[in-house]
């Protein structure tokens, strides 16, 4: 593990200082890459990359075009455009080669990169060689000086003056010069073998399509090139094996043996045995077609991986046969074992044991992957698939020969398919397991692998490509087979040269170390890039030390940061926790202050709690109560100070809340207005109701301040929107405010909308006060010297804090307001439901209902004198209030005004008569009673009108 992780740091620092001497010099860095190193067996640093598996270091831009340079020698392909047709650089180089004269118009020829492969040989020795010490005492005195000035400039400016040679192009060459660069570039070794290649394939094909016996002839070419070609095959495994040890052979001596069997039994089957032995034709094109197929297959391995589309594409499909294509083959297996034993059971039950049922067995399911043949599932026509019906009398299976049996007597054949909704069954499940679940998983697969290796393929291939490239530049000769021959003719010359030149250096190398004035031998170039590799090294060095402490840094910075968020969070949690204790600081004194308000008007016990005055005179209390009566609702604060709408109070912000019409009782659900405001406060770009929707749900046209006619339901209604409350002697009229809605002329309540009111603005109603004298028998119930005032009450129907009310109900428009009065007062009084209303009813009439309850009632009327009206002996009426009423249903948008009339009863009334239990309704006058609303104060009011007790 540790070696691993030392194995990876290298590999990094490797790639870091080829990519920095890349972007510094792609010169010196393609000199490194080629360069033999003596402290590593004089391997290249390609070569020690590969033995390492260091893709990613021969995958670098600067390695790739190294190996393009490798690849292309000393020549290069012109672009010249033709207009309107241009040839591919594989065409003019084969064009080239074939005829010579294109290579004066297509190729260039770039000799520097032949001297500088040329050189590389000599600098591989020690510096004990003889060439190597006569190579630096040469140049020793003519490159000093240019080193020592090279060291005082960049290292860029010194590799253009030390190695000029590669900027030379205009080199003039002799014909064949040119013409040997052009057939000793890799990669007209490539096409020229290729070339080659097709044609052997070609006459191979022509080979095994003749007929009957074939050809001896062409058999024999075939064979002798074979033959050529794998004594090609084992002398590049031979020199592989020697000079680079790097590179696997297995599969190259596989390839060798393979071939060497198959020239084996080309020999003895097809040229020999066809004409000696009388070996079968198909026998012999058998030979010859696996021979075919494996050298057509061949092509696809040796010259394909080439190319940089096709080498990508191969290696994924190399992984995608490797791990997805093996693993759906075990998996096809059980299928197709099961599929053909069930379905070759079912169709043929009579068939013996036989090569050709177990052919069928195993062929039919595994063809089913591409055939689909289901002729025999209805059966075969004239053939009988079961035994007739008297067979089944006996049982022939004791018979021990009962297929012989079956076969002799019924005519029953075992080749015959039994047709049944069983085979049906069972071979529709195996196709629809294999044809549309297995091979849709298997496109799964592929296409998954495909995805995960894209990138990681075209590293391979890169890394791939390096052996290739170097086969081609290194051990390839210049001609393919059958034309090696040539090539071994011309290496074994070249060997008999290099062997003279050797023993020529050696006697000069003897003569020279005789000399008396030998100067010591200095190796320039090595020093040269010992001092260039050096500062290479350590510029990488500081820049990984630069990145490591810009990481440091980040990190410290990102701890730092984490910190001070921290502090921030821990702050800002203090910050909401002092906001909450200040918010609820807040609304506790704001309730502390509300409280002392109440207490203060309980204190004074004037007339703060009903609102007799004009408006600004008096001020609202039950109004601003919270909650909201029936929800959970709380009120905006509002004080005393910001009850009046003149006074600014820029921090009111009160909650929303309109009852939906469905909550009313059913009778009075046509009478409840629209939430207007909802209408007017929706937002047109969030709506998605068509237009009529929309037209239909538009704020309706009120007039405000008036009354109108409106008609409902066939039903007529008289809608008054006038204000009851008097200011200055004139009828009030309220404004309206930013939405126009109407505005509450006694103030702020703390809450906006209609709330539970049945209409936006004022909401009329009209209560009875009936009283009487307190009596103790027949005597008056005096306390302090004052009579006591008694009254009738009706129970709350409401979820308030009051249980009792005063007699009456809200004026809706579809009946006579004092029709109203007396309805409700025997509705919750007498508890008659069914008391009729009336449109005509007028005070008058009202007067004379409340009339008959006197005890000794009168013709006419006794007494009338100012609004108090004497219907009867001891009877009284008189409207005592008309305005506003402090409801605790009030809104900023709705309130309630009320006329309140008192029916006085002096003598005896029928009351006590018609109610069971007169003592539950009559409560005495008091300040203890719980009133709704401000009622209480309109009770104070007539206590104080009949000068009554109250206290």
């Known amino acids: 593990m540790e070696l691993e992780e030392h194995s990876n740091d290298f590999s990094k620092w490797a790639v870091g200082i080829l990519d920095m001497s890349f972007k510094d010099s792609n010169v010196r860095a393609y000199d490194v890459l080629s360069e033999p190193l003596p402290d590593w067996n004089n391997k290249t640093a390609v070569e020690i990359a590969y033995s390492a598996g260091n893709k990613h270091f021969i995958a670098h831009p600067c390695c790739q075009k190294w190996l393009t340079k490798k690849f292309f020698g000393c020549i290069q392909i012109r672009e010249l455009d033709y207009g309107f047709v241009r040839l591919p650089g594989w065409v003019k180089l084969v064009l080239s080669l074939v005829f010579v004269v294109p290579m004066f118009i297509w190729i260039t020829f770039d ?516 909650p909201y009566p029936g929800t959970t609702i709380h009120r905006f604060p509002v004080f005393d100070k910001y009850v009046p709408w003149e006074v600014p109070y820029t921090v009111y912000d009160p909650k929303i809340y309109t009852q939906a019409e469905s909550a009313f009782a059913l009778f009075e659900q046509m009478f409840v207005d629209e939430d207007i405001l909802a209408l007017t406060m929706r937002e047109p770009g969030n709506m998605e109701e068509t237009s009529d929707q929309l037209s239909a749900q538009t704020a309706p046209v009120i007039i405000w301040n008036g009354l109108a006619k409106e008609e409902i339901n066939g039903i007529k209604i008289d809608v008054d929107r006038r204000s009851w409350i008097m200011q200055d002697g004139y009828t009030l009229r309220y404004s309206l405010d930013s939405v126009n809605l109407p505005r509450n002329p006694m103030g702020r309540t703390g809450i906006r909308g209609r709330g539970r009111l049945h209409r936006w603005g004022p909401n009329h109603e009209i209560n009875a006060v009936v009283t009487r004298w307190r009596r103790r028998g027949d005597e008056f119930l005096l306390v302090e010297g004052r009579k006591v005032l008694e009254f009738l009450v009706a129970r709350v129907d409401d979820s308030s804090s009051a249980e009792w009310t005063l007699p009456g109900g809200p004026v809706l428009g579809d009946e006579s307001m004092y029709s109203i009065v007396c309805r409700t007062f025997m509705e919750k009084i007498f508890g008659e439901k069914e008391a009729e209303k009336s449109v005509h009813f007028n005070e008058h009439d009202m007067e004379s209902f409340f009339a008959m309850f006197v005890g000794e009632r009168a013709e006419g009327p006794v007494s009338q004198g100012g609004s108090e009206v004497e219907l009867a002996p001891g009877f009284k009426s008189k409207m005592i209030y008309c305005g506003y009423v402090d409801d605790p249903r009030n809104t900023d948008n709705a309130w309630v005004e009320a006329e309140v009339w008192n029916f006085h009863y002096n003598l005896k009334d029928t009351f006590n008569t018609r109610l069971r239990e007169w003592e539950n309704f009559w409560k005495e006058v008091t300040p203890a009673i719980r009133l709704y609303a401000n009622q209480g104060t309109i009770l104070q009011a007539v206590a104080r009108m009949h000068e009554a007790f109250y206290g």
Not at 161 to 179: E, G, M, N
Not at 336 to 348: C, F, H, K, R, S
Not at 446 to 470: G, H, P
Request: charged letters at 20%; a positive charge.
């Open 111 to 626: 000799p520097g990169t032949d001297a500088e492969n040329k050189a590389a040989p000599e600098d591989e020795g020690s510096d004990d060689d003889p060439d190597d010490e006569e190579c630096a005492t040469r140049d020793y005195m003519q490159t000093r000086m240019s080193v020592r000035q090279g060291y005082l400039r960049q290292m860029s400016s010194v590799m253009a003056h030390h190695r000029p040679k590669f900027a030379r192009r205009d080199v003039r060459l002799s014909v064949w010069r040119q013409l040997y660069y052009l057939w000793t570039a890799p990669i007209s070794k490539l096409w020229l073998s290729l070339l080659f290649y097709v044609a052997y394939l070609v006459l191979f094909g022509l080979a095994v399509l003749y007929p009957a016996c074939g050809s001896i002839v062409l058999d024999s070419i075939v064979w002798f090139w074979t033959a050529l070609m794998v004594i090609e095959l084992a002398r590049r495994a031979y020199v592989k094996y020697t000079r680079h040890m790097n590179i696997p052979l297995f599969w190259s001596c596989v390839e060798i043996v393979m071939i060497v069997i198959f020239l084996i039994f080309y020999f003895f089957v097809r040229i020999v045995g066809n004409w000696q032995f009388n070996v079968g034709v198909v026998t012999s094109k058998a030979v010859l077609c696996v021979g075919l197929i494996y050298f057509y297959y061949r092509l696809v391995a040796v010259y394909l991986p080439l190319s940089p589309t096709l080498g990508p594409m191969l290696v994924r499909m190399k992984r995608m046969i490797n791990d997805d294509f093996l693993t759906f083959m075990r998996m096809f297996l059980i299928f197709m074992t099961a599929g053909g034993i069930t379905i070759q059971a079912i169709l043929y039950p009579y068939e013996d044991y036989s090569h050709t049922m177990f052919k069928q067995v195993f062929m039919r399911p595994f063809f089913a992957l591409f055939l689909t043949n289901i002729t025999d599932l209805d059966g075969i026509q004239g053939c009988p698939y079961e035994a007739p019906k008297n067979a089944t009398d006996v049982n022939y299976c004791y018979d021990r020969d009962h297929l012989s049996t079956l076969t002799s007597r019924y005519g029953i054949r075992g080749r015959c398919s039994h047709p049944s909704w069983m085979a049906w069954l069972f071979v529709v499940q195996y196709l629809l397991l294999v044809k549309l679940i297995m091979n849709t998983l298997l496109f799964a697969l592929f296409s998954s692998t495909n995805s995960k290796i894209t990138a990681e393929s075209d590293q391979i291939w890169k890394f791939q490509r390096y052996v290739l490239v170097l086969e081609f530049e290194q051990v390839r000769p210049v001609l393919p087979p059958p034309l090696t021959i040539l090539s071994y003719m011309g290496m074994f010359v070249q060997w008999l040269y290099q062997l003279s030149k050797k023993r020529r250096a050696a006697r000069e190398a003897v003569d020279l170390k005789s000399s008396p004035r030998h100067p010591q031998v200095v190796n320039v170039k090595r020093v040269d890039e010992f001092h260039y590799w050096k500062i290479v090294a350590g510029d990488f060095v500081k820049k990984q030390e630069d990145e490591e402490n810009e990481k440091k840094l980040l990190k410290t910075q990102a701890e730092s940061m984490g910190s001070l968020k921290e502090e921030l969070r821990t702050q800002k949690k203090g910050v909401k926790r002092l906001t909450d204790r200040v918010v609820e600081l807040e609304k506790v004194m704001n309730v502390s202050r509300i409280y002392l308000e109440d207490i203060k008007h309980l204190l004074m016990q004037q007339d703060v709690k009903g609102v007799q005055g004009a408006k600004g005179q008096t001020l609202h209390i039950q109004s601003r109560q919270s």
